[in-house]
């Protein structure tokens, strides 16, 4: 069992931080990769990257976005309760090298994804210079955070509730239009980051995307979180998640995203309907 040592809610509380004990995973885990979790015996399982990790104290990070069943079933759970199985550390970790100026765009919930990478980067002695995005200000997470795992952190808002007012990819042109980029790391939704791969193909700037294909088993056996890259099939539990955006064909992504809006609106209500049941008891 893995217990929860800690728990902080974010972005008005559709955002949960978690410190986990895990410390076999903790031993081994790097930037990049995620893991594998099932909240009780019968939960489905969902992928979620390590957002940190401590091999000294045997802890990892998940930070997650309450979207349907697993991650509100995920919500309820406290410090001192357990998660039944976490399988990881998974996936490739993010090949880390001194390249020069590096861009690391984050929207939404992908920032935390990004979080560790970013700090990787500078840590190889890159300029890192990190743009962070939401629609609006109370959604904004980790701004202390990115701005301590960067060299510059910009920040910016749909509505221009905080920092500047427009999306990332603005701010990522006068970037590329100011001075030379070597690398640009793009995480966030999909539409997110095939804008982002769509600008810099422009500016021919290598781009590391991350990609959130369902997954069911992790480990390249069940073939469910198939993406298409370069015109060839790879599993983005083994082969990725990080691909090179400008070859991720994200149309093909955000179909099989879309597979299975039914059972996930009915689990969901089954889910609502439980929990007002379990509460009328008390
Ligand atoms: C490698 C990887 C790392 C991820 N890391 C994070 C993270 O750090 N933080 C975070 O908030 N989210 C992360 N995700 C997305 C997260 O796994 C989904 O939001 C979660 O599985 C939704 O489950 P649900 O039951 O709450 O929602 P559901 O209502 O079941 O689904 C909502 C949406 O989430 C996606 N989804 C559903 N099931 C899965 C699944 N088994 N695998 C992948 N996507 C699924 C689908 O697009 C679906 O439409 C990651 C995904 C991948 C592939
Ligand atoms: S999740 Fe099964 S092959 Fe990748």
């Known amino acids: 069992m893995y217990t929860i040592l800690s728990k902080r809610e974010m972005a008005q509380g559709t955002v949960v931080e978690n410190v986990i004990s895990a410390p076999r995973i903790a031993k081994k885990a790097q930037p990049g990769q995620f893991v594998m979790l099932r909240v009780n015996e019968t939960g489905e399982r969902i992928p979620l990257t390590m957002a940190d990790s401590d091999p000294e104290k045997g802890t990892i990070k998940i930070i997650y976005q309450v979207v349907g069943k697993t991650t ?73 955070e990115m701005a301590a795992a960067s060299t510059e952190c910009q920040i910016c808002t749909d509505d221009g ?71 060839k099939t790879r599993f983005a539990c083994v082969d990725g998640p990080e691909f090179d955006g400008h070859e991720v064909d994200f149309d093909e992504l955000m179909t099989r995203l879309r597979s299975y809006p039914d059972q996930e609106k009915d689990s969901m209500n089954r889910f609502d309907h439980q929990c007002r049941a379990e509460a009328a008891l008390k």
């Open 72 to 144: 509100a079933l995920l919500k309820t759970l406290e410090v001192g309760d357990a998660i039944q199985d976490v399988a990881g550390p998974l996936g490739k970790a993010t090949h880390l090298e001194k390249l020069g100026t590096v861009v690391c765009v984050g929207g939404g919930t992908g920032v935390a994804v990004l979080h560790p990478i970013t700090r990787g980067f500078k840590e190889a002695g890159n300029n890192v210079i990190s743009i962070c995005g939401s629609r609006t200000k109370d959604l904004l997470i980790l701004e202390e």
């Open 161 to 231: 509730s905080c920092g500047y007012h427009g999306f990332g990819t603005d701010l990522l042109k006068k970037l590329l239009d100011d001075g030379k980029v070597d690398l640009v790391v793009g995480i966030g939704p999909v539409p997110m980051m095939r804008a982002v791969t769509n600008l810099t193909r422009k500016y021919n700037v290598r781009t590391m995307v991350s990609l959130n294909a369902i997954m069911v088993d992790g480990t390249g056996m069940c073939g469910c979180c198939r993406v298409t890259v370069g015109g």
